[in-house]
């Protein structure tokens, strides 16, 4: 058993304390590779590995051809491109990429994908950037990219750090013919061409799948390909949350897998509690579930694995957030922010990781957002502005490793490092009762959940302190770093001038603080009235 007792006194009873998994830090999403080039984004990315403790980060595109990883042409810029002989593997900006991941602490979670456009059956499938989401023209070819960048991987960083990756076969192939353009089975030999050969290189490489795309309580993906017309009972819906979610594809994929002796180092999926369904005249009705329903999908997603032939395999939510949407303004609030701790906390123990995505605004699947606040997922807006949930991050990782007291409101933990004590608590209205947060249009929609309340008083007296020792507390609220709320009250300007930057900047970072000192008998009174959505982080003073 992980639990023991704490000399630590919570209320005046002394509590077993377990083990609290930084689930929340684990791993962090990004947009695509060659962002990742960017100054602005490596600066946001080392501040939110500083700041949040983040471990790996995940990102579309490794081999897409604005990284410039398979060349089958050549040319200087004027005329057509001069075909080679062979095939040319080029790694210059991918190194530079992972030099800087590696050089900020963390590490890369290496998405295998997309597909060159001289391997791609179908081009230009996605995004902004024009994304090849296809089966290859030829297998091998796939097989020998794939062996040619891990060997050189392996060459640079050497092979007990490459060991420490993640090799995750694609992104959403359920999703046709944005993703993929190929079949499940297709999608299911493509995993199987790709482990071979990573296994071939190594056998304690890590490699995983399927990617696949949230939770649906339907048919759309059982056969090949997504059948729209299984949707509607689920567009109609009068209680989305009485239906049987289940994961897409996994439970085909380990079967798959299993008949064949394939390897599965880890599950991966997609888990946001929001999405659409379409009805029977072809509309879009968005779907929103209760605040649980992340908590409820990897409980189940966790039974499945352990009673599968791979009940060892780790278990990776490689993209979680609100909603799956680069344009929904939610992602901008204390709301948002409230919501991300309350889940995280529930769900520490039920992940290897569960990736936030994404870390940063700098993001163009859809293109630049317009605007400073535009509803992009990012924890940073693209001048680097901290939203809400930056600092739920900052907390999240303030906190110790065992834990010591949960409840529904937060948590108190120790550090078993330095015996510093810590929490985290939040008021999720009570009047939301357990509602999810839907997909907004504008910042101005999102306003009305300012009005939910009540406000909540969180009080512990925790024992066994070192007397006279100060404890800070920070506290985000509505009018307490809430960055998106002061360019609201600006105008909402389209392009802020350097004072209105500098003035959001500021805002977004000023949370109420204060400091609290343990008593002579060893006693720190805990006695606070969070506001409705508030987040507050309690933590031992340096």
Same mark, same amino acid.
């Given at each position: 058993?992980?639990?023991?007792?704490?000399?630590?006194?919570?209320?005046?009873?002394?509590?077993?304390?377990?083990?609290?998994?930084?689930?929340?830090?684990?791993?962090?999403?990004?947009?695509?590779?060659?962002?990742?080039?960017?100054?602005?984004?490596?600066?946001?990315?080392?501040?939110?590995?500083?700041?949040?403790?983040?471990?790996?980060?995940? +990102?579309?595109?490794?081999?897409?051809?604005?990284?410039?990883?398979?060349?089958?042409?050549?040319?200087?810029?004027? #005329?057509?491109?001069?075909?080679?002989?062979?095939?040319?593997?080029?790694?210059?900006?991918?190194?530079?990429?992972?030099?800087?991941?590696?050089?900020?602490?963390?590490?890369?979670?290496?998405?295998?994908?997309?597909?060159?456009?001289?391997?791609?059956?179908?081009?230009?499938?996605?995004?902004?950037?024009?994304?090849?989401?296809?089966?290859?023209?030829?297998?091998?070819?796939?097989?020998?990219?794939?062996?040619?960048?891990?060997?050189?991987?392996?060459?640079?960083?050497?092979?007990?750090?490459?060991?420490?990756?993640?090799?995750?076969?694609?992104?959403?192939?359920?999703?046709?013919?944005?993703?993929?353009?190929?079949?499940?089975?297709?999608?299911?030999?493509?995993?199987?061409?790709?482990?071979?050969?990573? &296994?071939?290189?190594?056998?304690?490489?890590?490699?995983?799948?399927?990617?696949?795309?949230?939770? !649906?309580?339907?048919?759309?993906? &059982?056969?090949?390909?997504?059948?729209?017309?299984?949707?509607?009972?689920?567009?109609?819906?009068?209680?989305?949350?009485?239906?049987?979610?289940?994961?897409?594809?996994?439970?085909?994929?380990?079967?798959?897998?299993?008949?064949?002796?394939?390897?599965?180092?880890?599950?991966?999926?997609?888990?946001?509690?929001?999405?659409?369904?379409?009805?029977?005249?072809?509309?879009?009705?968005?779907?929103?579930?209760?605040?649980?329903?992340?908590?409820?999908?990897?409980?189940?997603?966790?039974?499945?694995? &352990?009673?599968?032939?791979?009940?060892?395999?780790?278990?990776?939510?490689?993209?979680?957030?609100?909603?799956?949407?680069?344009?929904?303004?939610?992602?901008?609030?204390?709301?948002?922010? *409230?919501?991300?701790?309350?889940?995280?906390? &529930?769900?520490?123990?039920?992940?290897?990781?569960?990736?936030?995505?994404? +870390?940063?605004?700098?993001?163009?699947?859809?293109?630049?957002?317009?605007?400073? +606040?535009?509803?992009?997922?990012?924890?940073?807006?693209?001048? #680097?502005?901290?939203?809400?949930?930056?600092?739920?991050?900052?907390?999240?990782?303030?906190?110790?490793?065992?834990?010591?007291?949960?409840?529904?409101?937060?948590?108190? *933990?120790?550090?078993?490092?330095?015996?510093?004590?810590?929490? !985290?608590? +939040?008021?999720?209205?009570?009047?939301?009762?357990?509602?999810?947060?839907?997909?907004?249009?504008?910042?101005?929609?999102?306003?009305?959940?300012?009005?939910?309340?009540?406000?909540?008083?969180?009080?512990?007296?925790?024992?066994?302190?070192?007397?006279? *020792? *100060?404890?800070?507390?920070?506290?985000?609220?509505?009018?307490?770093?809430?960055?998106?709320?002061?360019?609201?009250?600006?105008?909402?300007?389209?392009?802020?001038?350097?004072?209105? /930057?500098?003035?959001?900047?500021? !805002?977004?970072?000023?949370?109420?603080?204060?400091?609290?000192?343990?008593?002579?008998?060893?006693?720190?009174?805990?006695? !606070?009235?969070?506001?409705?959505?508030?987040?507050?982080?309690?933590?031992?003073? /340096?």
């Amino acid at each position: 058993m992980d639990a023991c007792r704490s000399s630590i006194r919570i209320d005046g009873e002394a509590r077993d304390e377990s083990a609290l998994p930084h689930v929340w830090s684990r791993c962090v999403g990004a947009g695509r590779a060659n962002e990742a080039l960017r100054a602005d984004w490596q600066r946001q990315f080392a501040e939110a590995v500083a700041a949040a403790g983040f471990r790996y980060v995940r +990102f579309h595109g490794i081999f897409h051809d604005d990284m410039f990883v398979y060349r089958e042409r050549y040319g200087g810029g004027f #005329g057509e491109d001069a075909p080679l002989a062979s095939p040319v593997y080029t790694f210059s900006y991918v190194d530079k990429v992972f030099d800087f991941i590696l050089e900020c602490g963390a590490r890369p979670f290496v998405e295998l994908g997309f597909m060159p456009r001289d391997l791609a059956t179908v081009t230009e499938t996605l995004f902004w950037w024009g994304a090849h989401c296809s089966p290859p023209k030829d297998a091998a070819r796939w097989v020998e990219l794939v062996t040619r960048s891990i060997e050189h991987w392996i060459d640079r960083y050497g092979l007990d750090e490459v060991r420490e990756w993640r090799f995750e076969v694609w992104n959403e192939p359920n999703l046709v013919p944005h993703f993929w353009t190929g079949t499940k089975t297709e999608y299911f030999e493509l995993y199987e061409q790709t482990v071979r050969a990573i &296994k071939t290189i190594d056998p304690a490489l890590r490699v995983g799948g399927p990617a696949t795309s949230v939770f !649906v309580p339907d048919d759309r993906y &059982k056969g090949e390909t997504e059948d729209r017309s299984a949707m509607l009972a689920t567009a109609t819906a009068a209680d989305v949350d009485a239906l049987d979610w289940r994961p897409v594809w996994i439970e085909d994929f380990i079967s798959w897998c299993a008949e064949r002796e394939l390897p599965i180092d880890f599950i991966s999926t997609h888990t946001y509690p929001t999405d659409y369904a379409f009805g029977a005249d072809g509309e879009a009705v968005q779907i929103t579930r209760y605040a649980d329903a992340t908590f409820d999908d990897l409980t189940l997603l966790g039974e499945l694995v &352990k009673d599968s032939p791979y009940p060892d395999a780790e278990i990776h939510v490689t993209e979680w957030s609100t909603s799956p949407s680069g344009r929904d303004f939610i992602h901008d609030t204390l709301f948002a922010a *409230t919501y991300i701790t309350r889940s995280y906390l &529930k769900c520490a123990t039920l992940a290897d990781s569960i990736s936030y995505w994404a +870390f940063t605004d700098v993001f163009e699947e859809g293109g630049a957002g317009i605007g400073p +606040f535009h509803g992009g997922f990012g924890l940073v807006n693209e001048a #680097g502005i901290h939203k809400p949930a930056f600092h739920a991050f900052t907390m999240l990782g303030r906190l110790g490793d065992r834990l010591l007291l949960a409840t529904p409101d937060g948590v108190v *933990t120790r550090d078993s490092r330095t015996s510093a004590v810590s929490a !985290v608590f +939040f008021n999720y209205p009570e009047d939301m009762a357990l509602r999810g947060l839907s997909s907004q249009g504008s910042y101005a929609a999102t306003r009305a959940l300012a009005e939910v309340g009540p406000s909540r008083r969180i009080r512990h007296a925790i024992g066994g302190l070192e007397p006279g *020792t *100060t404890f800070l507390v920070e506290i985000m609220d509505w009018e307490h770093g809430n960055a998106a709320e002061a360019w609201y009250r600006l105008g909402s300007p389209l392009n802020p001038s350097p004072a209105e /930057s500098e003035h959001l900047r500021r !805002v977004g970072d000023s949370l109420l603080r204060f400091t609290l000192t343990v008593s002579g008998t060893g006693v720190l009174d805990l006695d !606070v009235e969070l506001a409705p959505w508030g987040v507050m982080s309690l933590r031992q003073s /340096s």
